[in-house]
């Protein structure tokens, strides 16, 4: 059985997910933009590392229910960022431009498709709180 400090933490796992894959969706939705501008450098933002880092380095010891719950503190969520890498041209040919559309547009799909996903588990996890705050009913 999880506590109420188990599931906000949680909780606080599924808001950085949705903060990180909303800046994902900025540099995705930038370099889309920018995809005609000559001498436009391709950014890309990684964070999946980081967080899983994070999640794994805990040193909490719980009983996990099932192999894919998470033990996480929220000092460790806090210092997950991401990074943002710049792909520039080292080709020389044309106008220096490093997007492209398709392959932003997998990752424009790929982003939105683990952003809904966690919207998703947060819903589930406030509807197990409300059920749980009104008395199982």
Avoid: C, W
Wanted: charged share 20%; net charge negative; no cysteine.
């Amino acid at each position: 059985m999880s506590s109420i400090h188990d599931l906000d933490l949680t909780m606080q796992l599924l808001h950085k997910v949705l903060d990180l894959r909303t800046k994902n969706q900025e540099v995705i939705s930038s370099n889309i933009a920018n995809a005609e501008t000559p001498g436009y450098a391709a950014r890309s933002f990684t964070f999946e590392n980081a967080l899983r880092d994070a999640v794994s380095h805990t040193g909490l010891h719980t009983v996990a229910v099932h192999a894919n719950h998470i033990p996480v503190t929220s000092n460790s969520l806090r210092h997950v960022d991401g990074t943002v890498t710049v792909t520039r041209d080292t080709a020389g040919i044309g106008d220096r431009n490093t997007v492209s559309v398709d392959q932003e547009m997998v990752k424009l799909s790929e982003n939105e498709i683990l952003y809904e996903a966690a919207v998703t588990m947060l819903n589930k996890k406030l509807a197990l709180l409300k059920y749980a705050a009104n008395g199982g009913v």
